[in-house]
Antibody, heavy 118, light 110 residues
Framework: QVQLQESGPGLVKPSGTLSLSCDVS????????WSWARQPPGKGLEWIGE???????AYKPSLRSRVIISMDKSKNQFSLKLRSVTAADTAVYYC????????????WGQGTMVTVSS | QSALTQPPSASGSPGQSVTISCTGT?????????VCWYQQYPGKAPKLIIH???KRPSGVPDRFSGSKSGNTASLTVSGLQAEDEADYYC??????????FGSGTKVTVL
């Protein structure tokens, strides 16, 4: 079955760029939509954006100016870059597969904690 | 882009039912039959338990059911079990092609 695993630095400096990757195993990334979401400590979930195997993307409007989601089919992975980060971007970041239409994630990675601090 | 509104907490005794509401707007919950519900245990990833308002993925017990009326969706957990104690989040597709999550509800089994 499809499994997802996030990876990347756990600490990012303020004003820097947060960069995460999501490795997909047990299935091809060349199908479906793939998304990123986050959850600040003790708070609720927030959808960040998504990418289709065609390269099409969609982002949460309030984050659109700072986010880029990309895909590397040769590595069967997709990535998240969030620039100009502040402490408010501290969260557990999840990648997910959108295997069902209009569902922001039917299979999720375990999540990775990213702290923004100097 | 505000989060969908859920009650912070809900509770019930084993065997009882609990219903969680999820209130949005005419731009999200009220506009589309694309409401999902997720169950999340502490320190774990969310698990999809309802999609398309009332459909259960394979393996999800039929104790979980969903519905929608106007701008409000609901999740009912019937026959509460100890293992149902978790956080629950709703989500909805919204205008301008993005998703919005609910504020989350902590369900306690008394």
């Amino acid at each position: 079955q499809v499994q997802l695993q996030e990876s990347g630095p756990g600490l990012v400096k303020p004003s820097g760029t947060l960069s995460l990757s999501c490795d997909v195993s047990g299935g091809s990334i060349s199908t479906d939509w793939w998304s990123w979401a986050r959850q600040p400590p003790g708070k609720g979930l927030e959808w960040i954006g998504e990418i289709h195997e065609s390269g099409a993307t969609a982002y949460k409007p309030s984050l659109r100016s700072r986010v880029i989601i990309s895909m590397d089919k040769s590595k069967n992975q997709f990535s998240l870059k969030l620039r100009s980060v502040t402490a408010a971007d501290t969260a557990v970041y999840y990648c997910a597969r959108e295997g069902k239409a209009y569902v922001p994630g039917d299979i999720w990675g375990q999540g990775t904690m990213v702290t923004v601090s100097s | 882009q505000s989060a969908l509104t859920q009650p912070p907490s809900a509770s019930g005794s084993p065997g009882q039912s609990v219903t969680i509401s999820c209130t949005g707007t005419s731009s999200d919950v009220g506009a589309y039959d694309y409401v999902c519900w997720y169950q999340q245990y502490p320190g774990k990833a969310p698990k999809l338990i309802i999609h398309d308002v009332s459909k259960r993925p394979s393996g999800v017990p039929d104790r979980f059911s969903g519905s929608k009326s106007g701008n409000t969706a609901s999740l009912t957990v019937s026959g509460l079990q100890a293992e149902d104690e978790a956080d629950y989040y709703c989500s909805s597709y919204a205008d301008n092609a993005f998703y919005v999550f609910g504020s989350g509800t902590k369900v306690t089994v008394l």
